[in-house]
């Protein structure tokens, strides 16, 4: 089971860190996305984490604000989300892919809401 937390309302060029917790299977054999969804609009993928060696890929509407992470011993990964913008306001999920190559995401997690606004 996958959890997605650490979401809520910030201003502006605020930040937010969002976690997204593993339970029942260890995240050592998994690629780890996030993706998000506003009103309206289509998911959309955000970033992904390839835990086996670490590397990371972005959107690029996020490259430079957002940062991917992981803690193998807490089996969690975080998205670090810096000069947050309107257009960020979505719904979060992560989600993990066992072929470990960022392009099959086979479980989800519930997601956690960012809203950015003033």
């Known amino acids: 089971q996958l959890q997605a937390s650490g979401g809520g309302l910030v201003q502006p060029g605020g930040s937010l860190r969002l976690s997204c917790a593993a339970s029942g299977f260890t995240l050592d054999y998994y690629a780890i996305g996030w993706f998000r969804q506003a009103p309206g609009k289509e998911r959309e993928w955000v970033s992904c984490i390839k835990i086996s060696d670490g590397s990371t890929i972005y959107a690029d509407s996020v490259k430079g604000r957002l940062t991917i992470s992981r803690d193998n011993a807490k089996n969690t990964v975080y998205l670090q989300m810096n000069s947050l913008k309107p257009e960020d306001t979505a719904v979060y999920y992560c989600?993990?892919?066992?072929?470990?190559?960022?392009?099959?995401?086979?479980?989800w997690g519930q997601g956690t809401q960012v809203t950015v606004s003033s």
């Open positions: 989600a993990a892919d066992p072929t470990m190559v960022c392009e099959v995401y086979d479980y």
